[in-house]
């Protein structure tokens, strides 16, 4: 499948942190093509693919999405919600979500008109989020309870050039990558043990990998997420270039080694990478994986992606494909050196 299909065929399931049910379905379909899959007891779907006998190496990238959650249906028959992850409030007024009650609902997140908006109000993020879903209260009730999932609605765009347009590729790019990672080890036959990780909760609690990682014993474990592009009013030092590659990162919480390993790998084969240094902690599920059990050597490779958490995130296909390039030339390559 082409990178664009499979990015628009992973986008089209959701996945709001804490029920990626349907997400998981999905990511089982994908997965089984390369070997064993089962799911652990938190959710996240695992993959393991037999090498012959190599080092075991996890590989990682989280299901779950940005989105919200019911807190209660008012007397009017709103849907009163929080953001379930990080999700960016400004966005929301008037924003599109479906509702995943006893069956999926279209909603809209309601909106002051400006017209009506105080000067004090104006250029505020409200701080109570209603969704309007056209219910009286007695009618939500019965098709809507505390505790469901609303995830952002925007449908998959083809952008001019090589670029698409989503919800969720925060990090459904990332399981794209996998894939397409395996598509290339599978080519090349690959000799080590591999144990490939879609996993939950990470815009939450990054409890998923945290698990995983505990469970497979691995030498190394590498995770893939999504980072910073730059837009026109965003700092240069602070993010990358869209089309620019992936970005390998840097971090007291990453394994020098092998960040420098996939530096190494990227500059050898050709192919174009940019470096994302960080002072602390990655933001990522590396982070957690790193400190699991006895602590696991661990890197972490980001593609570039605009608008971050929104309904309308951007990345471009070549670095989602020079992603998985970078990844499999550097476990073929370059991996058993840290291991």
Known sequence: METKALLQTLTAAPGVSGAERDIAETAREQLAKYGEVHTDALGSVICTVKGGGGQKILLDAHMDQVGLIVLEITPEGFLRAAPC????????????????????????????????????????????????????????????????????????????????????????????????????????????????????????????????????????????????????????????????????????????????????????CGIPYQVEVMGGLSGTNADAMAAAAGGVRTGLVSVPLRYMHTGVEVVSTADVENSARLLSEYILREAKEVC
């Open 85 to 268: 992850g990080g999700i960016d409030r400004r966005t929301l007024a008037a924003a599109e979500v479906t509702v995943y009650g006893k069956t999926p609902i279209f909603g809209v997140v309601t909106s002051t008109p400006p017209h009506l908006l105080s000067p004090e109000d104006e250029g505020k993020v409200p701080e109570t989020i209603l969704v309007d879903i056209g219910m009286t209260a007695e009618q939500a009730k019965e098709q809507v309870r505390p505790g469901d999932r609303i995830a952002l609605r925007p449908e998959f765009r083809q952008l001019a050039g090589d670029c698409v347009s989503a919800p969720a590729l925060d990090d459904r790019a990332g399981l794209c990558v996998l894939l397409e990672a395996l598509e290339l080890l599978k080519a090349a036959g690959c000799t080590d043990d591999l144990t490939v990780v879609f996993s939950v909760l990470e815009e939450t609690t990054e409890g998923g990998a945290r698990a995983a990682a505990f469970s497979a014993e691995a030498d190394l474990c590498l995770a893939v997420d999504v980072t910073f592009a730059k837009t026109p009013d965003e700092k240069e030092e602070e993010t990358g270039t869209l089309g620019g590659g992936p970005m390998v990162g840097f971090a007291p919480s990453l394994t020098r080694a092998v960040s420098v390993g996939l530096q190494k790998t990227a500059e050898r």
